[in-house]
């Protein structure tokens, strides 16, 4: 339509001032001007005409309108093609030339400045688009920035869908207007855009450009369907630096997003470990008192007595309850990397013996047996921490063993590592719990009931203290034993 | 051990009441004290046999009321402390605190330090008032030191022990019940100038447990105390 119309216009213009030029011509013989003036009027013609036309035709068009027209109106023999005096052709001759050239040298001209024009347009308008798009400070004003330019551009309804790890957002033109879409099947264009080889799909009702980040698509532009490929090419230079500067200011968001979700993430750590802390620190004297009271009560009752067992329990929660306390302090520590270890050359067979005395104490009907070899080193550790592993390693075992199951704690060196286990004769690990038996928080699924529960915690405790000295434990179904009855913990710590 | 008095410093009103229980129980009379001051005031008003003394009080710090005990009284002091203040706790028995209690402790853990704290108070100041002369044989459980001869025996059966293990061995025989800091030990073993360097001390008690103890690493004699020290039980 708007073709057709521009093609009519420009025939227009150019009959239009080729009359005017003859008029003008006719006025001027009229006059008694000579003729050069009225060739000068024509190339003028040919000027006008290029500089307002589109495309070369016209000019040429034109060109040779302007010829005939002065042969016809302007040279003898009158209101004919032909000529009498035959210099008149070496005038048609160079006339055509200069009318060629210079309608040729303007519509060039004409163009040239066109171009420059897009482009200082092209120019201004992506550098507003990344201006717009680092101003936005979210996901959503980033689409809206990028349809808003790019249906600028195309002067067409535009989409946008962002893809992003916890969702879609989707924001449609419907005849200009913007609208917050559901986002459709968006799994199915993933999967068909992730692949695409070429700029652009095109479906039914829409050109889908992929906007693809660093390995990952970010998002899908979507342009009406109603536009032509032809356009789109044209523009084909533009859009791609429109969906790189978009693909940038997305990941930039998505960076952002994810900096700002970590660094909260670490502040609610850190308040719970907080809050974990000061009521473990709190809990702590109470328990003392608890423990030393129910302590003395045992003392003052005789064993027989039924009540001795009551208050033996009382203890017994209590200690367990303590042990517990402490190693949530222990582990909101090293958590927090707030106590460095302090590692001193240590005797591993005294911290045994202390953390031995500890759980035999607290489980009179128990007895651990320790084997420790002739040899002697001493290992740099953190005492209290690695009396705390192997309590934590003796609970377990007791926990996890009938009374007349052995419990066993052996030392062995090599050249370079001190080697402590932990073996029982109890239950065993069962396989569904072995991958999991270091994380926090896991407790076993397949745990007869009558056991105490735990929280999960002292194991946890284990492989991140020996991991902060450098050491490696491991748990498993005893290797020492044909049938594997039984679990084994074994740690390494080494010697420097 | 009747009509001893012992003062007890401790802010918590439970431990305070658990201690007060347990000793007037056991025969001493007790006085309780919730701060600092308040317990040098009554240290100054009455004549006092030992002081328990908590580290963590609410209006002067533990160890200046340590101090300050020590300024003028040579009384038995034991500390009782929470399980996070280790090196506070050495400090204090390296600056004269006589032994510690860590919370929580049982009633016949707090019985059995007076009981070893008074005896050695008695027998110093005995000591010194008489002038007598150290005791020649020392002997705990399966254990008999004797010093004349400079020999050792475990179940009457003669141990070898190298001078230093000799040394360190009637240290903790002299010293049965009483916890003695590492700091303490080099010095007393060693000797000035020896300064903090634990670990021949350890190798040390390593061998010397290896000779003594059924199973060195259950000790039955002499105990580790983590961060410490060592102590030596009585049998």
């Known amino acids: 339509m708007d073709k057709r119309r521009e093609l009519l216009l420009d025939i227009g213009k150019l009959l239009l001032t080729v009359t005017a030029a003859t008029i003008l011509g006719k006025f001027f013989t009229k006059a008694g001007f000579q003729e050069a003036n009225i060739v000068v009027i024509y190339i003028l013609n040919v000027l006008l005409v290029a500089r307002f036309t589109h495309g070369y035709y016209f000019g040429i068009a034109s060109s040779i309108i302007s010829l005939l027209s002065f042969n016809y109106f302007f040279s003898a023999p009158y209101y004919t093609l032909s000529v009498y005096d035959s210099s008149y052709l070496v005038t048609f001759v160079i006339m055509l030339i200069t009318a060629l050239i210079t309608s040729a040298l303007t519509t060039k001209e004409k163009l040239l400045t066109q171009e420059a024009m897009e482009k200082g347009n092209e120019n201004q308008m992506l550098y507003q688009l990344a201006n717009n798009l680092s101003d936005a400070s979210d996901i959503e004003s980033i689409l809206k920035v990028t349809i808003e330019s790019v249906g600028r551009l195309l002067r067409t309804d535009i989409g946008c869908i962002y893809i992003g790890k916890s969702g879609t957002i989707y924001f449609q033109q419907i005849e200009g207007e913007l609208v917050r879409q559901k986002a459709e099947n968006y799994d199915e264009i993933e999967k068909s855009l992730v692949r695409l080889k070429t700029q652009y799909r095109k479906s039914a009702r829409a050109y889908e450009y992929p906007i693809r980040g660093q390995g990952r698509l970010l998002a899908v532009l979507k342009i009406n369907g109603s536009l032509s490929e032809e356009e789109l090419k044209g523009k084909s230079r533009l859009l791609h630096a429109i969906i790189e500067n978009v693909s940038l200011a997305?990941?930039?968001?998505?960076?952002?997003?994810?900096?700002?979700?970590?660094?909260?993430?670490?502040?609610?750590?850190?308040?719970?470990?907080?809050?974990?802390?000061?009521?473990?620190?709190?809990?702590?004297?109470?328990?003392?008192?608890?423990?030393?009271?129910?302590?003395?009560?045992?003392?003052?009752?005789?064993?027989?007595?039924?009540?001795?067992?009551?208050?033996?329990?009382?203890?017994?929660?209590?200690?367990?309850?303590?042990?517990?306390?402490?190693?949530?302090?222990?582990?909101?520590?090293?958590?927090?990397?707030?106590?460095?270890?302090?590692?001193e050359p240590e005797a591993i067979e005294e911290i045994i013996g202390c953390a031995v005395a500890h759980v035999e104490k607290a489980f009179p009907d128990r007895e651990i047996d320790v084997q420790i070899p002739e040899e002697f080193h001493l290992v740099p550790m953190d005492a209290r921490l690695m009396e705390q592993v192997i309590t934590n390693l003796l609970d377990n075992a007791v926990k996890h063993t009938k009374p007349d199951e052995k419990i066993q704690v052996a030392v062995s060196y090599t050249r370079a590592e001190v080697i402590v286990t932990v073996r029982d004769e109890g239950e065993g690990i069962a396989s569904c719990d072995a991958p999991n038996i270091f994380q926090m928080f896991y407790t076993s699924k397949t745990r007869s009931s009558d056991i105490k529960k735990g929280i999960g915690l002292g194991l946890a405790i284990c492989e991140t203290v020996i991991k902060a000295h450098g050491g490696t434990i491991c748990g498993q179904n005893r290797q020492d034993h044909q049938d594997h009855q039984g679990a084994e913990f074994i740690f390494r710590l080494p010697f420097s | 051990m009747s009509n001893e008095r012992i003062l007890i410093i401790e802010d918590d009103i439970q431990i305070q009441n658990f201690m007060v229980y347990t000793l007037e129980n056991a025969g001493f009379s007790v006085e309780g004290a919730v701060s600092g001051s308040e317990g040098i005031r009554s240290l100054i008003q009455k004549k006092v046999d030992l002081v328990l003394l908590d580290l963590g009080l609410p209006d002067i710090d533990g160890m200046e009321v340590l101090h300050k005990i020590r300024e003028r009284l040579d009384v038995p002091i034991i500390i009782v402390s929470a399980r996070d203040q280790d090196s506070e706790k050495v400090a204090a028995l390296d600056d004269g605190a006589d032994d510690y209690l860590t919370k929580p402790f049982s009633a016949t853990e707090l019985m059995a330090r007076i009981r070893v704290a008074l005896r050695h108070y008695y027998r110093f100041s005995k000591e010194r008032e008489k002038e007598q002369p150290e005791e020649a044989v020392y002997e705990n459980g399966g254990l008999r030191i004797d010093t004349e001869k400079h020999m050792a025996y475990k179940e009457n059966e003669e141990m070898h022990l190298s001078p230093l293990e000799f040394k360190l061995l009637l240290l903790f025989m002299q010293n049965q019940g009483k916890v003695l800091t590492y700091q303490n030990i080099l010095h007393k073993v060693w000797g000035d100038g020896y300064g903090n360097d634990t670990q021949v001390l350890r190798s040390v008690m390593a061998s010397i447990r290896r000779k003594i103890e059924k199973n060195p690493a259950k000790p039955e004699y002499i105990q580790t105390e983590i961060g410490v020290g060592y102590r030596m039980d009585e049998k």
């Open chain 1, 250 to 343: 997305l990941e930039r968001i998505e960076i952002m997003t994810e900096q700002i979700q970590d660094r909260q993430k670490i502040e609610k750590e850190r308040d719970r470990a907080n809050l974990l802390r000061s009521i473990s620190h709190d809990l702590r004297t109470p328990l003392s008192g608890i423990m030393g009271t129910s302590e003395m009560l045992m003392d003052m009752t005789d064993k027989q007595d039924r009540r001795y067992c009551l208050i033996q329990g009382i203890y017994q929660d209590a200690d367990w309850l303590k042990s517990l306390v402490e190693n949530v302090l222990n582990l909101t520590r090293l958590r927090d990397g707030e106590v460095l270890i302090q590692k």
